[in-house]
């Protein structure tokens, strides 16, 4: 009888539909709710619930919403029990379901669980909860429904399984019911004194890690058995059971060493590692006879050890790194450009396990396969701060004497190691901190201290505050922000200065403790990317480095959500705005794995160099056997594991190696176009309508499709008279500070070109309006009328919604999310066309738009990519030689391979309208610019940066096609003695009499231009 209900048990752990028997067996009693029978659709299994015991667990969030469940089981004995039930849950979303106890049709017990949030559990978690009842001895019967007959989101309502005891002083566990996991361990007989064997388990999702050790007391959490348990030297561990350091959906890395403590190693680890699916020997699946100097072994396993699949996942280091060095020396490596030396390329790479150093084999094999790739963590260091501590969580309360004593061990351990402080790059503070919410300085006195002294620096009163006196001066909430407008707008810039000056405090010791200068910083996430507005997640760049206690900024281009790629120099290009005054150098995150292909990875790379990123760190290159980072080793996305993007990295590193001899101290001119970037709208409109934001990012993006050299301006670099040397400037955004407006009327009236779209610079930073401002324009415009908020990430553009439609020659441009009514002044001599009001302001000119033209801009790209993908035909074609890369939306033909090549080789969309970013250019080609360079091919990336021995130009190809001959033209300075590219080599051209040089080259993703001088 135990046999035969034992099978049930387990068919019920794995999945099998056995519930037409009951369940019964001495308690526990446990029961997988994907096991229970339905009644209809209103109940599903959801194979794919990581987490859930057995990844699988029963969703009952659509369908039939009396939809029911039900499992019997049988107790042997009355008694009071408790019904452990495990769920998914969220904090901000419910998916209420009720459990039933019957016998015999008979109600005994119901609770419903998920009713309400739960303050301290952890989001998206699985939990556990309780239902008690007493229970009569004999057959019952559990049902599921949902509560009050609805249905919720598909995110919740994930009921996992039940464990039923009567052992209420019990912590439940799921893990004894499913597969068994089983390790031995046989030391050699060379240690000196007794040892345990240490393992580190690094997991692939939360709880991340945890510590386990092997002795004669078996396997045990925690850092270090009792002392009469410690293994002699030649001892063997009895069968230990592993399975808890497994999770089921994923498995773990396990950190494998020998310690006689915890802190105190052992030279060596040798011995012999037998794994088994239950403790006997006729159970052994695999055996690893071991020696590894240091004393370390990594070996992932899987969630189990029961099927080929999941052994065939389960590896050690040393197989790893002979099957992917094998790879690694047969392959086909790049045979231009070289490894940089001046411009400092790291790689995020973890050669070894979490802590664990592995054999000295296979950490040598290990980097000669990196080595390929010429990054510099050989040759060069950078720091990782480590002291980021505060009192109370507070930027405003920095641990100084905390931070002093860390970064003196610190430093001390660095000067013991033999490094050299001249090789330090840089010093990494943390990663991707963000201004402190609003809500946290309310409540944080030492903000609201600090937020006064910072008023006072700016000369500020009460009165400029709009407040009576000092005491009424403190950070407030964002809904308070009607109330008191001036503290809502200098509380979300104060956000970005009590972020800068706590890092600025770290700064200064970290100098002291190293004796030297270090360009020190944080990797800011590129929340300017994703939302459009540097408050989303209050970080400033113009805030934060318009003083002199930052002298570097890092971000990274993940671009997650971002309607293209490219959009990753957009967020370099705001960095590089923000540091012209005062020069701090730039450095970025490359990011390379997650899915990322490799002409995406060498446009990127190449589109940031041009805008001024001069250290970088390639992320994330593995190993995938050393780290939780990309997932399971078997299914990593860390681009170890993805030897297709391989040549892309090395390509990526080779040229800007093969560039570097002018790149080093090479940058462009100032630039002839502006885009204002105005941080008072982002504080005004944040978390309100983006908008503005993503019209202003994609107005960027038409400039740099036409190679226009363009440069932000923020509000205070316009109040102290930088946009004073261009000729046309773009505004977005419906705020701007009053003393910035009245240089930019200046910057009009002087002879500017202005070009405002909807809504801009209709109200000051206190969102107050800007009356005499727009007294001077040529145009009333009325209040903005909002059609349709945007919250999104630049790739959900196609969600908006198109209100109208503006006409500008045959091509429609949609009016999307805002709108605004323009009438001209009839006193004024004006110009009105296709949705433009054109008018003069002295001797100048303002184009004001009614609405968002570079939101319809990107729409049209991201629509027409969503269509070809979505579509089972592509319009047939014949195929030219070179296609052309116009890319007009309207009438275009283009072969179907090209289009499936174009859709396989990136993420971006690339039918972008040549009419509409004729529209958006309209001004800069009415004005005359001087562009330095001319293209033939649109969307080529091409930015001009100057040296003392020539010209340098990295070239991106955002048209997603190989191109056997692009044209460019030239203007320079001086002679030129040859020019020659990364991967071409040296080209003909020839020299026109304007002091302009010609030639023609064919193009991939990227390559780098040098002009060479005389």
Partial sequence: MKNKQL??????????????????????????????????????????????????????????????????????????????????YSSTRRGPFEVAVSSNEKMIARKVFDLETRPGVKNWAYVWDQLDTPLAAGEHTLTLSKYESK????????????????DKAAKPDFSPYGPQTWLRVRLADIYEKPLQVHIFADHYRSPWYG??????????????????????????????????????????????????????????????????????????????????????LVVVMPPNLLTAENLSRMKRDKEFAEATGKIADAYDWPQTGKKPDKIPFFVSATVGGYGTEVDQSIIDREWKTLDYFGFSNRDKHYLHGGIWLSKNKSFCQPDLEAMRTRAAVHAHEFFESGKKTEDIVYCMLTDEPTGQPASFMVADPAYHQAFRVWLKKLDKTPADLLVENWDAVKPVLESDRDQFPALHYFTQRFRTRALGDFMAAQREILESSYGRELPTLVNFSDGATYAANFYSQGVDYFELLDVENQNAIWSEDWANGASSYQCGAYNVDLMRAASREHGQTLGHYLVAHAGRKPWDIKTKAASETARGIRIWKNFSYGVSWGSHEGGPAWKSHTWYNHPETWRANAEVTYE???????????????????????????????????????????TWMALAHEQVPVDFIGEAQLE????????????????????????????????????????????DEFNRPLTEFNDHLP??????????????????????????????????????????????????????????????????????????????????????????????????????????????????????QVIRSRLERSYNPWEFSAEVRKFILRPVREVGINKPLTCSVPLVDAVVLKSEKGIVIPLANYTLDSLNRVEFTVHVDRPVARIKTVHQGNIDFQSAQDGAVKFAIPLDASDYLKIIYR
């Fill in 7 to 88: 099978v049930r048990i387990l068919a019920l752990v794995v999945g099998f539909a056995v519930n037409s028997e009951s369940v019964f067996c001495a308690e526990p009693t446990f029961l997988e709710a994907e096991a229970f029978t339905i009644s209809s659709d209103g109940w599903k299994v959801n194979v794919t619930a990581r987490g859930a015991s057995g990844v699988k667990a029963l969703n009952g969030s659509s369908g039939e919403t009396r939809g029911l469940a039900t499992a019997r089981f049988t107790v042997p004995e009355a008694g009071d029990y408790r019904i452990w039930v495990r769920h998914n």
């Fill in 656 to 698: 800007i190696g093969g560039a570097e001899d002018l790149l080093i101290d090479a940058a462009a001119d100032p630039a002839e176009v502006a885009i204002l970037y105005s941080s008072s709208s982002d504080a005004w409109t944040v978390k309100r309508n983006h908008a503005y934001g993503f019209n202003r990012m994609h």
């Fill in 779 to 896: 145009v009333m415009r009325e209040a903005v009328t909002e059609h349709q908020v945007f919250l999104n990430s630049g790739s959900y553009v196609h969600i908006l919604r198109p209100v109208s439609i503006v006409k500008a020659g045959q091509t429609e441009m949609e009016v999307l999310s805002v709108s605004q009514k323009q009438t001209p002044r009839p006193e004024r001599k004006i110009e009105s066309d296709a949705g433009v009001v054109i008018g003069a302001v002295g001797k100048g000119k303002v184009y004001s738009m009614g609405f968002l033209p570079g939101l319809s801009y990107i729409k049209q790209a991201v629509d027409a990519r969503r269509a070809l993908q979505q579509s089972e035909e592509v319009t047939p074609g014949e195929q030219d030689e070179n296609p052309t890369p116009a890319l007009d939306l309207a009438g275009k033909v283009v072969a179907p």
């Fill in 720 to 763: 102290r008279g930088l946009l004073s040397d261009y000729k046309v400037c773009y505004a977005s955004g419906p705020n701007l500070t009053r003393a910035a407006a009245e240089k930019l009327t200046e910057w009009v009236k002087g002879g500017g070109v202005l070009v405002l779209t909807a809504g801009a610079a209709m109200r």
């Fill in 211 to 296: 510590h386990w050790h092997l002795s004669r007391a078996g396997a045990k959490p925690g850092l270090r058995p009792e002392q009469d348990q410690l293994l002699a030297s030649g001892e063997t561990t009895p069968w230990c059971n592993i399975t808890p350091m497994l999770y089921q959906d994923s498995g773990a890395i396990l950190n494998i060493t020998a310690r006689y403590t915890y802190a105190d190693r052992a030279d060596r680890l040798q011995a012999k590692f037998e794994f088994a699916t239950a403790p006997e020997d006729a159970a052994i699946v695999r055996t690893m006879e071991v020696d590894s100097q240091p004393n370390g």
């Fill in 151 to 166: 249905n919720c989101s598909g995110y919740v309502r994930n009921v996992d399984c039940f464990l039923i005891t009567t």
